[in-house]
C-alpha cells in the first residue's frame, strides 16, 4: 500500500492529537492519594466502573493483542486460546489479593513480603517487578512503531519516541489517578476500534472455516496453551499493572472489578486472536506484525483503524507502567527502608519515569523480540506461586521464599541461556523446552516452599518441653 505524504501527516498528526486528548482528560494532581492510590480530588477511591476499565485496558497490551493475532495466524483458534488464558489469571490475582487483605492485612504486596519475609525478599521481589516494568516500555511501544514504518527506521523509531513523550507528559500530570480516568477512554477507543475490525474481516469466513486452522496437537499450540496455565498461577503476581489496583479500593467491589475485568479480556484477546487467522486464511503469513502486515492490505482507512487500537492499548499500559514505577521507587522502596518521604515521594516517582522512558526502550532500538517480554519473565518468577497461593497453608518461612523464588529465577535464566536439558521437553513443539521447564520449575519451587515450612514446624515442635 502506498502511502501519500498527506497520509503520513494524518498519521503523525492521530499521534499527536491522541496525546493532546489524553492530557487534557488527566486531572493535575498533588496530593499522594491521587498520584499513587487513584483518588479523586476529593480522597474518593476508584469506582468499581472505573477501576474494572482500568484492569480490562491496562491487561490489553499492544504487544498482546499482536501477540494474540500472531498466533492466531500460526496456529488458528489453538493460539488465540493459548494467549488468552494469560487472562484468566486476573480472576485468581483478585482472589489472592482479597485473601492477603482480609486474613493478613496486606497493603501492598511489596509490604506484605516485608512483613512476613523480610527485607531481602522485598528487594528481590522489587527487582523482578522493575525487570516486568523495564519490558513493559520497549514491547508496547515497538508495536506501535510498526504502523510507522519496519524495524529500525526512521520513522518507526520516531514514532515509538513521540508515543513515550506524549504518554509520559500525562502520566507526569497525574499519576495513578491520571492513569485510571484516560483507561475508561482508551477502552472504550480499543472496543469500538475492535469491533470495526472484526466487522470487516471475520464476515468472509464461516465458523468452520475459522476453526479449520486449527489443530489439538502439541505441536500445534497446545504445548504454548499448556505454558499459559502452568505460568496463570505465578504471573500477574510480578506485574504492578494489575496488582496495584488491587489494594485501592474495598475487598469485595476489588473482587468484582478482577473478575470482569478478567473475563472480558479473555474475550478480547481471543477475538483479536481471529485477525490472525484470518491473516493466514487469505495469505498473509506469519510475520513478527501480523496485524500491521494485514492492514496495509486492506486499505488506509483499516491501517488507521488498527493504529487507534494499538496505540490505545500501548498507552493504556505505558501510562500504568509509568504510575506502577512512580509508586515503588517513590514510596514502596523508601518505606521498606523505614522512611515515609511525604510528598517528595511524588518528584522522585516523576524521575523515574523519566529514567524509564529513556532507557526503556533501548530494547526497542535493538529490535528485541516483543513475545519474549512474556514467555521468559513469566518463567522466571515461577516461584512467587507458592508464596502468594500457599501462604498462611503452609507455615511461612524467609528460607521458603528464598528457595522458591530464586529456583524459578535461575531456571527462567538457564532457559534464556540455552542450559535446560532437552531432556525436559515435554513434546516435540516449539515451546516443548519452556512447557517442561515451567512444570518441572513450579515443581520444584513448590517443594522447596513447602519444604522449609515443614521443616520449620517440625524445629518448633521439637524445641517445645
Known amino acids: 500500500m502506498q502511502v501519500t505524504s498527506w497520509m503520513g501527516a494524518f498519521f503523525w498528526g492521530f499521534l499527536v492529537l491522541y496525546g493532546l486528548m489524553m492530557y487534557c482528560l488527566s486531572p493535575r494532581t498533588v496530593t499522594l492519594g491521587s498520584f499513587f492510590q487513584g483518588e479523586d480530588s476529593r480522597g474518593r477511591k476508584a469506582s468499581p466502573f472505573l477501576l474494572t476499565t482500568s484492569i480490562f485496558i491496562s491487561w490489553i497490551f499492544a504487544k498482546s493483542v499482536t501477540n494474540a493475532a500472531n498466533l492466531g495466524a500460526e496456529y488458528g483458534l489453538v493460539g488465540g486460546l493459548a494467549y488468552a488464558t494469560y487472562w484468566l489469571s486476573i480472576p ?49 511501544t515497538a508495536v506501535v512503531g510498526g504502523y510507522y514504518g519496519d524495524t529500525g527506521t526512521p520513522a518507526f523509531i520516531g514514532s515509538a519516541l513521540l508515543f513515550t513523550a506524549v504518554t509520559l507528559a500525562y502520566s507526569l500530570r497525574g499519576g495513578l489517578r491520571s492513569s485510571i480516568l484516560t483507561d475508561a477512554a482508551q477502552a472504550a477507543i480499543f472496543v469500538i476500534a475492535l469491533v470495526w475490525v ?30 499459559a496455565a502452568l505460568q496463570m498461577v505465578s504471573y500477574p503476581f510480578h506485574d ?34 481471529l485477525i490472525g487467522v484470518h491473516a493466514d486464511l487469505v495469505g498473509v503469513g506469519v510475520s513478527g506484525n501480523v496485524p500491521a502486515a494485514l492492514a496495509k492490505t486492506l486499505g488506509i482507512g483499516a491501517l488507521l483503524v488498527m493504529t487507534i487500537v494499538m496505540i490505545s492499548a500501548a498507552g493504556s499500559t505505558l501510562d500504568s507502567t509509568f504510575s506502577s514505577l512512580a509508586k515503588l521507587v517513590g514510596r514502596e522502596l523508601p518505606a521498606m527502608a523505614g522512611k515515609d518521604l511525604g510528598k517528595k515521594a511524588i518528584g522522585i516517582g516523576m524521575a523515574t519515569m523519566v529514567i524509564f522512558a529513556l532507557f526503556g526502550n533501548l530494547p526497542m532500538l535493538a529490535g528485541t523480540d516483543i513475545l519474549k517480554a512474556t514467555t521468559i519473565s513469566g518463567t522466571m518468577v515461577i516461584g512467587i506461586a507458592p508464596v502468594f497461593l500457599l501462604h498462611g497453608l503452609v507455615t511461612p518461612t524467609r528460607l521458603g521464599f528464598h528457595l522458591s523464588f530464586w529456583t524459578g ?14 531432556s525436559w521437553a515435554i513434546g516435540d513443539g516449539k515451546y516443548a523446552l519452556l512447557l517442561g521447564t515451567n512444570l518441572y520449575g513450579l515443581m520444584l519451587c513448590t517443594a522447596g516452599y513447602v519444604g522449609a515450612g515443614l521443616l520449620n514446624r517440625s524445629e518448633l515442635h521439637a524445641s517445645r518441653p
Request: hydrophobic letters at 55%; aromatic letters at 10%; one cysteine or more.
Open 92 to 140: 485468581l490475582c483478585g482472589l489472592v489479593i482479597y485473601r492477603l487483605r482480609r486474613r493478613f492485612g496486606a497493603t501492598g504486596l511489596v509490604s506484605f513480603l516485608t512483613s512476613h519475609y523480610g527485607r531481602a525478599a522485598a528487594l528481590a521481589f522489587s527487582a523482578a517487578i522493575l525487570i516486568r516494568l523495564f519490558n513493559e516500555v520497549w514491547s508496547n
Open 198 to 227: 472484526l466487522g470487516l474481516v471475520l464476515p468472509q469466513h464461516s465458523p468452520a472455516e475459522l476453526m479449520s486452522t486449527s489443530s489439538w496437537a502439541m505441536d500445534a499450540g497446545v504445548d504454548l496453551l499448556l505454558v
Open 240 to 273: 504492578p499493572v494489575l496488582t496495584d489496583r488491587g489494594f485501592i479500593t474495598e475487598e469485595r467491589s476489588m473482587v468484582k472489578a478482577f473478575t470482569l475485568a478478567g473475563v472480558l479480556g479473555f474475550v478480547a484477546i481471543l477475538a483479536f486472536s
Open 409 to 422: 529465577l535461575a531456571l527462567g535464566i538457564a532457559l534464556t541461556l540455552g542450559w535446560i536439558p532437552a
